[in-house]
């Protein structure tokens, strides 16, 4: 098989992807920052300039995206300025946020660092926490202990939530409850090649993992086991994004490491059999805020 060709390339580490009906791939660039959208001609233009360390992005109701970083925050596409909805505590192991999510009711899952993935002072890494913003903006932990919090993503039922701990080179499961709460933090999958990074879940309730250093994306049935492997010509796979009009495009994204040069990370477009699941738009009540 002809290995395959990125549709964009020269970033430091690509991730966040969400997909927008109108603005088509979003993406950031969690190095050098800012985030960007793809045209479908494949050319890149800048969505919002400057901010770097965007782990995660969701789609906002009101005609922007939340993004996490340094703080959980809402940003109005056309404008520059943000709006906090949940900000760090380095005070309490809470150094910033990196992947995030949303439910059916609009509420926003967001995995917070307890100390940096990118900084290394030589100390231990410090767990972090699972954090559940509420609609009207009211926040709370509702999972504990994740070494690395990376991909999140529900079953199509929404009884089921995944998570990835890269650290500790596995996806856990919580059952969710209606008020948003989780239940116990059990294991679903662990991975001995490349660690487990952003993840999507397709409309079959098939899960789909990016393995950072394992170069590839690797696709779980929903009892946990490898069904599949899609292989990429960069180690660093660091998310997964299902897009198009028929959400039957995977788009995997990547970072430098492992490769010679700083700006080496690329976005990559494969064409799948089953459709993915649209994340649903944020409804956090920024009026509130």
């Avoid at 943000?82 to 900000?87: A, F, G, N, R, T």
Wanted: hydrophobic share 35%; with cysteine; charged share 20%.
């Amino acid at each position: 098989m002809e290995p395959m060709r990125p549709v964009a390339d020269g970033y430091g580490l690509i991730e966040g992807p969400v997909w927008h009906p109108t603005l088509g791939l979003i993406f950031s660039d969690v190095i050098n920052g800012g985030v960007f959208h793809l045209d479908p001609t494949d050319r890149a233009h800048v969505v919002f300039p400057y901010r770097r360390g965007i782990g995660g992005m969701v789609l906002h109701e009101q005609n922007g995206l939340v993004v996490s970083g340094r703080n959980i925050a809402y940003k109005e596409f056309g404008q520059e300025s943000s709006l906090v909805i949940l900000d760090s505590d380095p005070d309490n192991d809470n150094v910033g946020y990196n992947d995030i999510t949303a439910d059916s009711q609009g509420r926003i899952y967001a995995g917070s660092l307890g100390s940096s993935p990118v900084f290394d002072d030589g100390r231990e890494p410090t767990a972090g926490n699972l954090h559940l913003i509420d609609v009207d903006g009211t926040s709370r932990i509702v999972a504990e202990d994740i070494l690395l919090t990376n991909g999140l993503g529900f079953s199509p039922d929404g009884t089921t939530l995944y998570h990835s701990d890269s650290r500790r080179g596995h996806v856990v499961k919580y059952a969710t409850k209606p008020n948003g709460e989780l239940g116990p933090k059990k294991l679903f999958a662990q991975f001995s090649s490349g660690a487990p990074d952003g993840l999507a879940v397709a409309q079959d309730g098939s899960i789909w993992v990016a393995l950072a250093g394992g170069g590839g994306v690797c696709t779980l049935s929903p009892a946990g086991e490898q069904t599949g492997f899609i292989p990429i010509p960069l180690p660093m796979c660091t998310s997964v994004c299902f897009g198009g009009d028929d959400m039957k495009t995977l788009y995997i994204v990547t970072g430098s490491d492992g490769v010679d040069g700083n700006d080496r990370g690329a976005i990559f477009r494969h064409t799948v059999s089953v459709p993915g699941l649209a994340v649903p738009a944020a409804r956090i009540d920024i009026l509130r805020i």
